[in-house]
């Protein structure tokens, strides 16, 4: 048995190893940071949308922002799309649970807003179509996906696609970038 802990610690260690050593994602990464103090200092909001793990890891990342990281100081705009249980429940059952999230950014997002899906797969379909309306709208978008991309890539300014098939360790290293991103944010900001 400690083997196999052994095994998935070490796992996730060469997932961040790799991540550490991808030039091009560490790029990307900066791109994002400026994008969302540049939306912050413009008076826009970032939101957030995920699916399970993902949906989890949105909402933690969106109250580092609106609660606080590091610093005490002003609470920032952001939201994750999947709180409002009566909102989801209805469109889910009256649309589609597709529909959950691009019917929500229609209504509230604006240009110059951020969208920030998290997806493993990059093929969620709800995360897909929140994509859609946002790049109608003008809202930057910003992918958390795995190794490629999926379905996703095609639609989001900034991909953020951890080396990994492996859904724990690709969420694991999807909020270690969440709070790299928080943590620059906050002290550019601050």
């Not at 048995?1 to 030039?23: F, P």
């Not at 413009?42 to 109250?63: M, T, Y």
Request: with cysteine; charged share 15%; hydrophobic share 40%.
């Amino acid at each position: 048995m400690q083997q196999k802990i052994k095994s998935i610690i070490q796992a996730s260690i060469t997932t961040k190893q790799e991540i550490l050593n991808n030039n091009s994602l560490i790029q990307t990464i900066d791109d994002c940071v400026n994008s969302i103090v540049q939306a912050f200092n413009n008076g826009n909001k970032v939101l957030f949308c995920g699916n399970g793990g993902s949906a989890a890891d949105a909402q933690h990342l969106a109250a580092e922002f609106s609660g606080r990281f590091y610093k005490d100081r002003k609470a920032l705009p952001a939201e994750a799309l999947h709180c409002n249980t009566s909102y989801l429940t209805a469109v889910a059952n009256d649309y589609s649970y597709d529909a959950i999230y691009a019917r929500l950014l229609d209504g509230i997002g604006n240009s110059g807003d951020i969208l920030i899906g998290l997806t493993t797969s990059g093929n969620s379909k709800n995360i897909i179509q929140a994509f859609e309306v946002a790049n109608a709208k003008n809202i930057t978008t910003i992918a958390f996906t795995g190794n490629t991309g999926g379905d996703i890539k095609g639609l989001t300014k900034y991909l953020l696609n951890v080396p990994s098939n492996n859904t724990p360790r690709i969420q694991e290293s999807h909020i270690m970038l969440g709070h790299i991103i928080c943590e620059l944010v906050e002290e550019k900001l601050f």
